[in-house]
């Protein structure tokens, strides 16, 4: 059964995230959004306090803190307006996307932004001089809020738990040229809603193998879908464990994950040579596996598979899928992609793609 974060799993981490130092423990992506939403209410907070000092000369004090708070208020949604829509509008922005960023995530994501600011704008307002409107606003803000933050603490959870190696959305992926089709092949696999989708990246070194791999994941992650990444090396000695997530502390293993990358399973171009053959993968598979265990999850699970170059002459497609055909794979549900005629190299996206998002 595929594992999914639950109350008692968010309480927990809550827990870890107030509770502690950073400076022997780590910072977690859970513990950055709380930060980060202390940022933006002190960004609401502080400038309206200054505010209301100033304008107390020319005001009495009341209309000085909702003055301020409503000045303070109209420029943060003045400027969260101009940073969402100046991309959106931009033709120049968006003819620079390979996959187009999921604009209503982000819209979510300003709006929750937007709400913090406000809160702490409102909260400025009511400590320098009570006001019935600025406690009712605050009160009205703070029920709109629990949503969003329950909602995005959680995304953090399901982005954390994969221990991906660096944070990289799907629309941050560019590359100079990549037909029509593959676009789709990717999208097929981001929109399947069964388990058991297979879908192999080919390319040498710099094709953009990895990248692609953790941003396709992520993407998934923020739709709230378990994942493990990891490289062929390490899931071999995963195929041995008992599946025990309790003991290794961990939220799940990579037998109860929906979403599992397999990197590193041949770094392709210069190094010619597979070190991981579909043969061997198969052989360390099928060890002291209890009841084909292994092989079912295999079966079950959404695989992303980082591999190195293809041709024609190697079949290399071929072999890795005939392999996954005698496991129990359907055939229909076995995607390939060879990045090795694409000149591909990250860039940054022009968009303010933070993790929030």
Not at 159 to 185: C, G, K, N, V
Not at 203 to 230: D, F, M, N
Not at 282 to 298: E, G, K, Q
Not at 310 to 320: I, N, P, Q, T
């Amino acid at each position: 059964m595929k594992k999914v974060i639950t109350g008692k799993d968010i309480v927990r981490q809550l827990k870890a995230d107030l509770i502690g130092k950073d400076s022997y423990r780590g910072v977690t992506l859970t513990y950055t959004w709380l930060a980060n939403q202390f940022g933006h209410f002190s960004l609401g907070f502080i400038p309206t306090f200054v505010g209301y000092l100033i304008l107390k000369r020319h005001f009495s004090e009341q209309r000085a803190s909702l003055y301020a708070a409503l000045a303070v208020s109209l420029f943060w949604l003045t400027f969260e307006i101009f940073n969402f829509l100046g991309p959106l509008l931009s033709r120049k922005s968006r003819s620079t996307y390979v996959f187009q960023p999921a604009w209503g995530n982000i819209a979510f994501d300003t709006i929750t932004d937007l709400i913090y600011f406000w809160c702490g704008a409102l909260m400025a307002s009511i400590l320098c001089a009570y006001t019935t409107m600025a406690f009712v606003a605050l009160l009205i803000l703070t029920v709109l809020v629990l949503y969003p933050a329950y909602y995005w603490y959680l995304t953090k959870m399901y982005l954390q738990a994969p221990s991906y190696p660096f944070q990289f959305r799907l629309s941050q992926w560019s590359t100079e040229h990549i037909p029509d089709e593959d676009i789709a092949l990717v999208r097929r696999f981001l929109d399947n809603e069964e388990q058991g989708m297979h879908l192999f990246l080919f390319g040498p070194k710099r094709s953009g193998k990895t990248s692609l791999s953790v941003a396709i994941a992520t993407e998934l992650s923020i739709r709230h879908q378990s994942a493990v990444y990891t490289s062929a090396m390490k899931l071999y000695c995963m195929f041995f464990e008992h599946d025990d997530d309790s003991a290794a502390n961990v939220l799940w293993t990579w037998r109860k994950a929906s979403i599992l990358v397999i990197d590193d399973i041949n770094p392709g171009d210069p190094i010619k040579e597979d070190i991981i053959t579909p043969e061997r993968f198969l052989s360390f598979v099928d060890t002291f596996s209890t009841n084909d265990i292994n092989r079912t999850v295999l079966r079950q699970t959404n695989v992303i598979w980082v591999l190195g170059d293809d041709d024609a002459s190697r079949k290399l497609s071929e072999r890795w899928q005939d392999m996954l055909t005698g496991i129990g794979v359907e055939k229909e549900k076995l995607l390939s992609l060879n990045l090795q005629l694409y000149s591909q190299a990250p860039v940054k996206a022009e968009y303010d793609l933070r993790m929030q998002s």
